[in-house]
């Protein structure tokens, strides 16, 4: 890819027509910011159809070190006072976000408890789960697609981390299209193919939260194997998660586990269409270069478009004087283009080097994805199940994108083998 020359001041990056313009016009504009203005200010929009007020404004931060600086440190840019660039009441933000919305301590007590689901021990135990829907996932494409194509996202990117997700909350197979269901319209906020109203947001989230409470509740009662029961189950000082924390927590883990792996996933596939030498590289020494492989698909993808933080006191940010109670927005989608940091930041390159590091799963900080290692993990347990049993599996179309300034979702994407 190739970004086009955008000059300053002829983009807005609040306005939803910017988010449909060609990609490499986005790339230009995001280069103009890092070259010229890395830190500066947008007007905010009004929402339409959304009960939310037209907010202050914010500053953009694009370039990776200020991106870096801001999610670093947590006392001066707070969560809790909203993670998206609209204004979202305190209740509903925590309601959808939960602890990514949130500072500590709060936070900090959510998260050790969540945690005990992902630590190393607990990641390894679903290592065979995982191997095994991904094999369910070629099985299926080779019985069910006998003239060898269809919908990428649907077929195999979507499928397979919801699964994983599901069974690792004891939720039943059956249960899974209604969840897939949730979690696209919550994710889908932008995009009038998938969201029609305001109302749709909620009732969606409401349905979710709902299902994961009485989820919660039965597990504190019936105690099973799954990680449910261990975190409506864990201590700690003396503290355990309600069922409405865990409500929260449901939403956000299922939710992010799912569409941000299936964003990845989906522009995985798209990106060893495109770059078959890169497919090469990687699929002759599939071991070896799958860890910076993976990473160099986040890193592109960056299925994270942004998040926010609130300054809570005077401050600076890259030389720009930022006052108590501002509004930052982090473009991690601009960090990872950032030319002072990456060699050819828009060339795909599957042996790139870790450092420094992509800020596709945050920038570092308290709220560094906590399911960024089982991310990784089914990423290159799918496309080693797709190199050794379909290795000719490729896109034959542009992918459709969703419309979104939070989500590079991709909505469908045409393959063949």
Not at 216 to 237: F, H, K, Q, Y
Not at 355 to 376: E, I
Not at 382 to 411: C, W
Request: net charge negative; hydrophobic share 40%; proline share 6%.
């Amino acid at each position: 890819m190739i970004p086009a020359d955008v000059a300053l001041g002829s983009f807005d990056l609040s306005d939803t027509e910017f988010w449909v313009q060609p990609r490499e016009y986005r790339e230009g504009a995001f280069a103009t910011l890092r070259r010229e203005q890395p830190v500066s200010w947008f007007e905010e929009r009004e929402y339409a159809g959304v009960p939310i007020p037209k907010g202050p404004g914010y500053w953009s931060v694009a370039n990776h070190d200020d991106v870096w600086h801001v999610s670093r440190n947590p006392q001066l840019f707070v969560s809790g006072q909203g993670v998206n660039i609209g204004d979202l009441p305190i209740d509903i933000a925590e309601f959808f976000g939960s602890m990514i919305a949130m500072d500590d301590p709060r936070h900090f007590r959510i998260r050790s408890i969540v945690s005990k689901g992902f630590t190393p021990r607990e990641i390894s135990r679903v290592e065979e789960y995982v191997r095994v829907k991904a094999a369910a996932v070629v099985d299926r494409l080779l019985e069910q697609f006998p003239e060898r194509e269809c919908d990428f996202v649907q077929e195999v990117a979507a499928p397979m981390p919801l699964q994983i997700i599901c069974e690792m909350m004891g939720i039943p197979a059956e249960d899974e299209p209604q969840i897939l269901r949730w979690t696209n319209v919550i994710l889908g906020v932008g995009d009038p193919e998938l969201v029609t109203s305001y109302e749709d947001l909620i009732a969606a989230g409401l349905g979710m939260f709902q299902y994961a409470q009485a989820l919660g509740e039965d597990r504190i009662a019936n105690p099973r194997d799954d990680l449910t029961s261990l975190m409506m189950n864990a201590n700690v000082d003396g503290e355990r998660m309600t069922a409405q924390e865990f409500g929260s927590f449901f939403i956000l883990l299922v939710v992010a586990g799912n569409e941000t792996t299936r964003t990845a996933i989906s522009h995985g596939m798209h990106l060893l269409t495109q770059h078959r030498d890169q497919r090469e590289v990687w699929w002759n020494d599939f071991e070896a270069n799958s860890r910076t492989a993976v990473d160099e698909i986040v890193r592109y993808a960056t299925p994270v478009i942004h998040f926010r933080r609130t300054a809570t006191e005077d401050t600076e940010v890259g030389g720009q004087a930022i006052k108590a109670g501002q509004k930052l927005v982090l473009w991690y989608c601009s960090a990872n283009r950032d030319e002072t940091m990456y060699a050819d930041p828009y060339t795909f390159n599957v042996l790139r080097p870790m450092n420094p590091a992509q800020v596709g799963f945050g920038a570092g900080g308290p709220h560094f994805c906590l399911g960024a290692n089982l991310a990784r993990r089914e990423i290159t347990v799918m496309f080693d199940e797709i190199r050794r049993r379909i290795p000719t599996l490729h896109s034959v179309a542009e992918p459709e994108y969703l419309q979104s300034n939070f989500i590079n979702g991709i909505k469908r994407l045409r393959c063949a083998w």
